[in-house]
């Protein structure tokens, strides 16, 4: 079974903090992608990648960055929290070339930015 | 473009009574459409996928979701709900054979009344 593991479940910061989200896939898919979920708003899309070293933004990469230098890890990066990036987050990964297959998810990250 | 529309946010239903949750979808080519569930504190899972072929598509814990292309629908339904079923869908669709990423729907919350 593909496995998608996030580095934390809670995670509570202070504002102007820089935040790490690590997400590690274990069955070599070249596709991640990094979606925040809020409450009547669904999920939606910060950033992905194709390859390592590839990225592309998605609908709302403001206040976010991300690093792939290895195949299995994609990390967000949140350079300065910011009370309005407290949400649920969420890494995918998606195999090989298409980015239209199904995806598979971690359990996500409750970041709480105070 | 692709778009999705679950029609409603929160659906309460009564153990053992069946359930339907709407999805509607708006595409100028054809589609891959697909339904995750979400259960507390936890990530997205694959419920089901329809690709291609027959145009019910089953999972095994007894949901069952019908592709519709003149009414460019993907309900999903279930006879009798179980307690164990308290989550949240979503359904999603992406381009067939187009390298675009897959579109969430917002999800609806599936309440079951004891």
């Known amino acids: 079974d593909v496995k998608v593991t996030q580095s934390s479940r809670y995670l509570v910061k202070r504002t102007g903090e820089k935040v790490f989200l690590e997400c590690v896939q274990d069955?070599?898919?070249?596709?991640m992608f990094w979606y925040r979920q809020d409450p009547g708003l669904g999920l939606r899309l910060i950033y992905f990648?194709?390859?390592?070293?590839?990225?592309e933004k998605g609908d709302i990469p403001e206040g976010y960055s991300v690093s792939r230098e290895k195949k299995e890890r994609f990390s967000l990066i949140l350079e300065s929290a910011s009370t309005n990036q407290t949400s649920m987050y969420l890494c995918?990964?998606?195999?090989?070339?298409?980015?239209?297959?199904?995806?598979?998810f971690g359990p996500g990250t409750r970041l709480t930015v105070t | 473009a692709q778009s999705v529309t679950q029609l409603d946010s929160q659906v309460p239903v009564f153990e053992e009574a069946p359930v339907e949750l709407r999805c509607n979808y708006s595409s100028s080519v054809s589609v891959y459409l697909f339904w995750y569930v979400q259960y507390p504190n936890q990530g997205l899972q694959l419920l089901l996928k329809y690709l291609s072929g027959s145009t019910l598509v089953e999972s095994i814990n007894g949901f069952e979701a019908e592709f519709n292309k003149s009414q460019t629908s993907f309900h999903l339904r279930k006879p009798s709900v179980h307690i164990s079923d308290t989550a949240e869908y979503f359904c999603?669709?992406?381009?067939?054979?187009?390298?675009?990423?897959?579109?969430f729907g917002k999800g609806t919350r599936l309440h079951i009344l004891p």
């Open positions: 995918a990964s998606s195999p090989s070339g298409s980015l239209s297959y199904e995806q598979y």
């Open positions: 999603a669709v992406s381009p067939l054979n187009r390298d675009d990423k897959i579109i």
């Open positions: 990648s194709y390859d390592v070293k590839m990225k």
């Open positions: 069955m070599d898919h070249e596709n």
